[in-house]
């Protein structure tokens, strides 16, 4: 179970108390103050804080005293205008606090992301908790032949039985001896700060993860691109929704020149221009290399 029912009900609480306020506020996000969106088997995503609408952008842009133009066209255009010539600092304006339940390898992946504040839940101080992440039959693959941190073919069968019974086998035999080495009574036992270390990389974590919406879009194209590591992707995608209800015209530029704009090289560029002439462009001929040719002939063919 991601919450336990004591800590739902703790949240509907929080949630029951409305109150006013003159600050900006998103109605869509509204909606997603302090519920738990589950991802994996035990992890979570819940918007805890957050600053700022499409408004403030657009407003951080005119740098004006009010909430903008009357006009939502008129702040689209800008946000896409923002958004298309690379322009973050109004994207700063915006500000989001997650708690974020995930598995200490998809952690230690998120963390290179260094743009956030972050506080993680303290091994030293609490006992962890019996949950580790257990992959589904359909994410269980083999390292992949063409990408050196990918996955390929699905492990299948017997195949795929042993390696689940390892992965579970070994993960509660690692909490046993954590348990085992704590102190108890009588005897003095091994420091927290010791014993976890012991535990394996698939234990659960959480922390508190605060971020900037141009950062959040960063770290959301990486994350939810396709090619990303599945365990992390699903984190992303949850709050890629999240994103999408708070600042929706910010998301539809996000979407539309990020996610799913592409980034050309000048040989790419040279490449397509010298295409469009009638040439034939082979890889020796394009002067890009195997894998920079694999990518460009994955996107125009």
Known sequence: MTLTPEQKAEIAEARSHARRTLRATSEGMEKH???AHEVLDHGLVRVIDYMGDDAAITQAARVSYGRGTKAVTNDE???????????????EMCEVKFHVKLPVFVARQWIRHRT?????YSARYSILDR??????????????????QGRGELL???EAARVLDILREDAMRAYDHYEDMLSQEGQKGLARELARMNLPANVYTQWYWKIDLHNLFHFLRLRADAHAQYEIRAYAEVM??????????????FEDYRLGGV?????????????????AVTQETSGMSKGEWREFEGVWG
């Open 240 to 253: 890629c929704g999240i994103a999408r209800d708070w600042v929706p015209l910010a998301y539809a530029a």
């Open 77 to 91: 255009g800008l946000i896409r205008y923002l958004m298309r010539h690379w322009h973050s600092t109004p994207f």
């Open 263 to 279: 980034n050309l090289s000048g040989k790419a560029v040279e490449v397509l221009k010298r295409r469009l002439a009638g040439e």
């Open 33 to 35: 103050l302090y519920v």
């Open 156 to 158: 299948e069968g017997a």
């Open 116 to 120: 956030a504040n972050v506080n993680e």
């Open 131 to 148: 949950e580790f992440y257990i992959p589904a039959p359909e994410h269980l693959a083999a390292q992949s032949t063409v990408n050196n």
